[in-house]
């Protein structure tokens, strides 16, 4: 037998085809892809309604988002860290606080920011920014504060577009069912208040219609670093921050979806965290 027959050949793999320039766009290393989506809302908010209160306070409130993240993260990790987050709860802040001043705006995104590095435990930070920069200043100026509600219209043409656009960039980020599963459970707890309380049902759905809660669905209770890993666990979060909302509306509490997300989400995550404890302390137990 010749000393060629008797080698090993290896088969040769051909190269992994790049991705296309679509599918890159839409994947989850394209930091920019958020912060492209959540500009798209304020632009289609702002030119179909005029929602701002002014773009100088939307535009402070991103530049001290992104000024304060820069500052802890060389703090904290000494090094510059990705603007895209900080951009994302900064816009967040502009889009949804309400306030004749401007320090709210200022203030709001500093706390929402801050929270990531002084609320944390085990290393993950438990809030999502937003929702909790957002309902600290409810809790401690609400006579200044408020926050975009319904009265942003539902005229559907640009929902629809966000809601495409949206639904294919958290399908593309493998988060579409927390989304969906909280869509399903408000619509299901809206025709419930309907038959409680006697109102008309479309007054119970229409507030999901508004682009306020396309920034909550699309962003505040899908957000990677305070939801849960579990996707099975997502999805009863996620049904039980639509339940605690509902709750809440009963009561006639105007902000439902900020508290609700205020108070499940990090439940949640405090469980996960307990668990993943008991299991390291179980798993070291094991191996003396």
């Given at each position: 037998m010749s000393q060629m027959s008797e080698q090993t050949i290896t088969p040769v793999?051909?190269?992994?085809?790049?991705?296309?320039?679509?599918?890159?766009?839409?994947?989850?290393?394209?930091?920019?892809?958020?912060?492209?989506?959540?500009?798209?809302?304020?632009?289609?908010?702002?030119?179909s309604f005029g929602i701002l209160e002014s773009y100088?306070?939307?535009?402070?409130?991103?530049?001290?988002?992104?000024?304060?993240?820069?500052?802890?993260?060389?703090?904290?990790?000494?090094?510059?860290?990705?603007?895209?987050?900080?951009?994302?709860?900064?816009?967040?802040?502009?889009?949804?606080?309400?306030?004749p001043a401007y320090w709210p705006y200022a203030l709001c995104s500093a706390i929402s920011i801050m929270s990531k590095?002084?609320?944390?435990?085990?290393?993950?930070?438990?809030?999502n920014p937003s929702n909790f920069?957002?309902?600290?200043?409810?809790?401690?100026?609400?006579?200044?504060?408020a926050t975009l509600s319904i009265q942003w219209g539902n005229y559907?043409?640009?929902?629809?577009?966000?809601?495409?656009?949206?639904?294919?960039?958290?399908w593309r980020l493998r988060r579409f069912h927390i989304t969906?599963?909280?869509?399903?459970?408000?619509?299901?707890?809206?025709?419930?208040?309907s038959w409680m309380t006697g109102s008309p049902w479309q007054s119970e759905i229409a507030p999901i219609t508004g682009p306020m809660y396309q920034l909550f669905i699309f962003f505040m209770i899908t957000d990677p670093k305070t939801t849960v890993r579990s996707k099975t666990w997502q999805c009863i979060v996620v049904f039980l921050v639509a339940l605690v909302e509902m709750v809440m509306r009963l009561q006639q509490i105007v902000y439902a979806p900020?508290?609700?997300?205020?108070?499940?989400?990090p439940a949640a995550m405090l469980i996960e965290i307990w668990i993943d404890s008991r299991r390291a302390s179980t798993a070291n137990l094991a191996t003396h």
């Open positions: 793999t051909p190269p992994r085809a790049a991705p296309s320039g679509l599918k890159r766009f839409f994947s989850l290393e394209n930091r920019y892809l958020a912060p492209i989506f959540i500009t798209c809302i304020l632009l289609a908010g702002h030119l100088k306070k939307t535009l402070l409130a991103i530049v001290v988002a992104i000024a304060t993240e820069m500052v802890l993260g060389q703090i904290f990790y000494h090094k510059w860290l990705h603007p895209a987050s900080a951009y994302i709860s900064g816009i967040s802040v502009g889009i949804l606080v309400r306030s590095y002084v609320l944390r435990i085990k290393g993950r930070h438990i809030w920069g957002i309902s600290a200043m409810l809790f401690l100026a609400p006579e200044t504060v559907l043409l640009p929902m629809i577009v966000i809601w495409v656009l949206g639904s294919v960039i958290i969906g599963i909280y869509v399903a459970s408000f619509i299901a707890f809206a025709f419930l208040r900020f508290y609700a997300l205020f108070i499940v989400g």
